[in-house]
């Protein structure tokens, strides 16, 4: 299993990103996909989850503002960021864990820098 995370960089108070990862190695409706982000200095927190019981849900900093899809034919999973502020700087990662077994896979993050 392998998650591919871009799509970051430096952007403005209030503009918009969005982040895409790729997943290969995978049959990819047999995982639950999310986001999760990582400050300087803090945890790793959950951003958004794409595939579980609810369908998708958000952390609180992020509802309203952001929204996650997937495109199951190219094995893509999407962060649409908007509205975004200075607190949402970040390394950003993808996440996948396996719905039979519950095994987590890791990709490499993508930065976020938002100048306010």
């Known amino acids: 299993v392998q998650l591919q995370a871009s799509g970051g960089g430096p952007v403005q108070a209030g503009g918009s990103l969005r982040l895409s990862c790729v997943a290969s190695g995978v049959r990819f409706e047999n995982f639950i996909y999310a986001w999760y982000r990582q400050a300087p200095g803090q945890q790793r927190d959950l951003v958004a989850r794409l595939g579980g019981g609810s369908g998708s849900d958000f952390s609180d900093s992020a509802r309203g503002r952001f929204s996650v899809s997937a495109d199951e034919a190219k094995q893509m999973i999407y962060l649409q960021m908007n509205n975004l502020r200075p607190e949402d700087t970040a390394m950003y990662y993808c996440?996948?864990?396996?719905?039979?077994?519950?095994?987590?896979?890791w990709g490499k993050g993508t930065q976020v820098t938002v100048s306010s």
């Open positions: 996440k996948a864990v396996a719905r039979r077994n519950g095994a987590q896979y």
